[in-house]
């Protein structure tokens, strides 16, 4: 979870609920430690991490969201089979990814973004289904991804 979406993320799910904030770069995990440290939030951890593999239990979160990285990892079937590990049976998987439209002249190059209807592909491949898809922004779609069978 991105820096940017991570302490709001907190609040969302109240002093009852809990946030765990993984990222591949060290420095953002050291960044977003000392902010949560310094603020003394107690619903958020943050983990250093592969992309294909946390370092948590099976079917820990109720919802994983990955915000604009899908289209970064190296093995997108591979980090989203690792989101379905992570994910509860009934949870969902979100992910916010740039549309791959070429009047689109902000995010990521056009080679890296990822179409819903490639989401849709890498999620079967990962044995996942999705769920739905919608238009968040003009730039932004939401995919919602579950586990095929619940």
Do not use: W
């Not at 770069?25 to 992309?51: P, T």
């Not at 969902?92 to 056009?110: N, Q």
């Not at 819903?116 to 730039?139: C, F, I, M, P, Q």
């Amino acid at each position: 979870m991105p820096y940017r979406d991570t302490t709001p993320a907190a609040g969302i799910v109240g002093s009852t609920g809990y946030v765990c904030a993984v990222d591949v770069q060290a420095g953002v995990v050291e960044h977003l430690g000392s902010e949560i440290d310094r603020r003394q939030i107690a619903n958020i951890s943050v983990l250093l991490s592969s992309e294909s593999r946390v370092a948590l239990p099976d079917g820990t979160a109720d919802l994983v969201f990955i915000a604009v990285v899908l289209h970064e990892v190296e093995d997108p079937v591979a980090f989203l089979g690792e989101a379905g590990r992570l994910v509860k049976r009934d949870g969902t998987i979100a992910i916010i990814e740039f549309h791959k439209r070429d009047d689109l002249v902000d995010g990521p190059p056009m080679a890296h973004r990822v179409s819903v209807d490639e989401v849709t592909e890498l999620a079967t491949e990962a044995g996942l289904t999705v769920r739905s898809t919608g238009d968040l922004t003009d730039r932004l779609y939401l995919a919602k991804l579950s586990h095929g069978t619940l």
